[in-house]
């Protein structure tokens, strides 16, 4: 597979902070990309440089061939974006948020109606199409932005966090039409995500944090570096349980959020072995395959915390209320 | 180039749909100007009248309303910008492949339109106010609003280029509109008898120059030739718009 996107040492600091640390990944055409990590892993500052909004402090990339740099319109055209916070003109319908978007990116104008009926059938929003976007819900208004990001057919759709606060039937809608595109079109996809199950949907998943790529490789095979199984459990004294585990069976047992999780091979047969063997009391076990997020935790010793609605988002919830009122 | 055009132009007809969309808005943005030729003007004529002046200050300061008008429908559509950027409109402007120069100017056209329409709908009400011309004054006059207007917008813009949250609005507001305003003889002469301090700021406030010319050309009451008001006028717009235009290529 021909490669879309190379990344080479890239590098963003702010005032002294670097938020990404010379990175380096490619990305093959017609794959589903994922980067996950935690919050200001640094995620949206690389996807913003790849997107030409922000200059590299250091380093180089290309998407679809162009430089990033020096070939910045030439990158904005054969890319699609989907931006973490709304980016629609509220005071404009959905046909008018199309047409602008078709108009500044050089749709000929008869072109331009059919590509309209096209994405606005794909995201199921046909009906809608003369309704202002202040009227629509939030899923509506990512649906209605995956349709503005294909309009003008580009090479790599990204996506930055695309079903952020979104609830999980229509989260489930939006991978269906990723999915399909990548089926259909023979669409590249970049995304960052810090949902795991999300994450699973990827071909290839690279996990940042700290600025830094820890892990780049296919789900299975970065779950197959976790082992086979794990174990949960909860004793009453759970650091003493831990002593307990590695002393006897030679196997270290995480502590996080009040568990403990045991990374182990054939999990069946060592939990009977686990139950019989431990001296501390346990009030609870349990077993389950390995998942992203133990990935993460066996990578860093953290877990991925889940994200609440903040920062921009509540600022515009509070300034409609205040329109509204004033109204 | 042809991107930029077409950029250019799609953030005018943004403007514009919005603007002609927005029928509240109009109305209320009209309704201000109007009471301060209707009622204050009205008010404050008999009061001159009584002071041993003619009955001019209608005429005196239609000019000056008109003025108003697009001065403050100019500054407000460009501080709009500062909307655009938090609500994430501008994200989607910035990533396209158009200039950045472009977003600007079409920013600074549509404002510019748009005040200019504003200006219009005072323009309608001259025989009220007693005043009438001809098809060249009139075409003169929405060239010096526009002239006003595309400067001020893009006065404007180069502020919010440099503003990042809707908070500073108000210090806009009370440090510059309302001061170039009350500054630029828009609502009482400036030619004589005001201090020298007062008179500086008269002169180096570009709007001055902006009503001085609409004023001869409306109702024939001037100071400055007609050149000299023009050229000003064209000279701060051109400055600002190219001073916007590299703040925005270098910080958006």
């Known amino acids: 597979m021909p490669t879309i996107i190379e990344v080479s040492k890239l590098a963003k600091d702010y005032n002294g902070h670097s938020a990404v640390k010379g990175i380096s990944f490619a990305v093959e055409r017609g794959e589903i990309f994922g980067f996950l990590g935690p919050n200001g892993a640094g995620k949206t500052t690389t996807i913003s440089m790849l997107c030409t909004l922000l200059r590299p402090t250091s380093g180089s990339a290309t998407v679809g061939g162009y430089d990033i740099i020096k070939n910045r319109l030439a990158v904005r055209q054969s890319i699609g974006l989907v931006f973490q916070d709304p980016s629609l003109d509220e005071r404009l319908t959905a046909l008018e948020n199309l047409k602008f978007h078709g108009m500044i990116y050089g749709i000929p104008r008869a072109e331009r109606g059919r590509r309209i ?211 | 180039m042809k991107a930029a055009m077409m950029g250019i132009y799609t953030l005018w007809l943004r403007d514009i749909t919005r603007f002609v969309r927005d029928k509240p808005r109009i109305i209320s943005s009209s309704v201000q100007p109007l009471l301060w030729l209707f009622v204050l003007g009205l008010g404050l004529s008999t009061a001159f009248v009584r002071g041993g002046g003619d009955n001019d200050y209608m005429r005196f300061i239609y000019p000056g309303i008109i003025s108003m008008s697009v001065l403050f429908t100019s500054i407000f559509s460009a501080v709009s910008i500062i909307w655009d950027r938090e609500f994430g409109f501008l994200k989607e402007v910035l990533v396209a492949p158009i200039p950045r120069w472009s977003v600007a100017v079409g920013r600074a056209l549509g404002g510019s339109t748009v005040a200019v329409l504003q200006g219009t709908i005072i323009l309608v009400v001259a025989p009220l106010v007693g005043v009438s011309f001809t098809f060249s004054q009139l075409a003169l006059a929405f060239l010096i609003m526009f002239m006003i207007a595309f400067s001020m917008t893009s006065f404007g813009i180069l502020i919010a280029a440099r503003m990042h949250t809707h908070e500073g609005f108000q210090v806009v507001v009370n440090f510059i509109l309302l001061p170039m305003f009350f500054l630029s003889g828009a609502m009482f002469p400036v030619s004589e008898g005001l201090p020298a301090w007062m008179q500086a700021l008269v002169r180096i406030n570009p709007l001055s120059y902006g009503v001085d010319a609409l004023r001869q050309t409306l109702v024939g009451i001037k100071i400055n030739s007609i050149w000299l008001d023009l050229s000003v006028v064209a000279g701060f717009g051109a400055f600002a718009l190219i001073m916007a235009v590299w703040y925005f290529e270098k910080h958006e």
């Not at chain 1, 809608?173 to 995304?191: A, C, K, P, S």
């Not at chain 1, 810090?194 to 290839?204: G, L, N, S, V």
């Not at chain 1, 091979?265 to 686990?274: K, S, V, Y």
């Open chain 1, 117 to 327: 009926d096209e994405v606005l059938e794909l995201v199921e929003l046909s009906g809608r199409r003369h309704d202002m976007v202040r009227t629509f819900s939030g899923g509506m208004k990512r649906r209605l932005e995956i349709a503005r990001g294909l309009m003008h057919r580009p090479r790599v759709l990204f996506l930055d966090e695309p079903t952020l606060g979104l609830d999980p039937q229509t989260r489930h809608h939006i991978w269906d039409y990723i999915n399909r595109l990548r089926v259909d079109e023979g669409l590249t996809i970049f995304l960052t995500t810090h949902y795991m199950d999300e994450a699973e949907h990827c071909a290839r998943i690279a996990i940042i944090d700290n600025g830094e790529l820890i892990a780049i490789d296919t789900p299975e095979k970065l779950k197959v570096q976790v082992g086979s199984d794990v174990i949960v459990l909860i004793a009453d004294d759970n650091t003493r349980a831990a002593i307990e585990i590695q002393e006897k069976f030679a196997v270290a047992a995480k502590e996080v959020n009040g568990e403990l999780s045991l990374q182990v091979e054939a999990g069946e047969h060592f939990m009977p072995a686990l139950i019989k063997g431990l001296e501390s009391r346990v009030t609870s076990m349990s077993l389950r395959k390995p998942t992203l997020e133990d990935v993460f935790l066996n990578l860093t010793g953290r877990k991925i915390r889940e994200e609440k609605l903040e920062g921009m988002d509540q600022v515009r919830s509070r300034v409609r209320s205040k329109r509204r009122q004033q109204r």
